[in-house]
């Protein structure tokens, strides 16, 4: 477990602070999230982030071994973990769970999950897949910057990875849902911005003006007021500026063929 806290970043203080808790019951909390993580549900955050460490370490680094997967790739997936604990805690332990259980990948500068898509929100009138349908799911990490190459070289490498690690898996298109694929962005970003060129690789299929993630992702918290938005950053400027006018922030659902990359 302290290994891995090195690896993936985590600071000497809370490393140390680690090393107060009792490994016994570490342990067994590993144990029951063999079959249910919300065991992690009343513990405290650095208790979760023990757990979360050991359960990576006992039961996820065996089967990167196992499928000769790159070492690399394994502590590029678990440091989402500290990204989270340090941002939020780990409330979201349900979402690191698909980190620890095999099914997502950070490759590069994106993760991909490996999808069964049973989304009954989505309109599958604009998609050109079904419900039930296996995709791969596009995730965009925080943490570093969206560069065109860097997104186009993970979207290339995830192809490869999964046709040699997963080629049980069957699956057609690469699936986004984001506020970075909101087609009225072009309202109030720059063409050349990095997320601009992000849309690039996606087919937008249809957006939706739900602004609950853009929001947090660009301001961190909601203001009752408009006016009261902080502009410390030119995007949450030129967004702010945006929503006065009268413009709402949105989602975006974008897919990629494979066979196009």
Known sequence: MIELAKDIGLSDELINKLKTLNSTDIQ???EHCKSDFKVLKKQDELTRLAVCLSYAKRNTLPRYIEKEISHDIFIDTMSDIKIWYNNKGLKNYDWIENHLNFKLFKIGRLQYQLYKCEDKKLNYDFLPFNFGDNLLYVHIPEGEKLIYKDCYYSLRE????????????????????????????????????????????????????????????????????????????????????????????????GIIDKVDL
């Open 28 to 30: 067994m909390l590993c």
């Open 158 to 253: 995830a192809k490869r990875f999964f046709g040699k690690y997963f080629n049980e898996f069957e699956y057609r298109y690469y699936f986004c849902e984001s506020w970075l694929l909101y087609r009225e962005n072009q309202l109030f970003m720059r063409p050349d911005s990095n997320i601009m060129q992000f849309q690039l690789f996606f087919d937008i299929v249809y957006s939706v003006p739900d602004d609950k993630q853009a929001i947090e992702r660009i301001f961190k918290k909601r203001q009752l007021i408009k006016s009261r938005y902080p502009e410390s950053t030119s995007l949450q400027k030129s967004a702010k500026e945006f929503m006065l006018r009268g413009g709402k922030l949105g989602m975006g659902i």
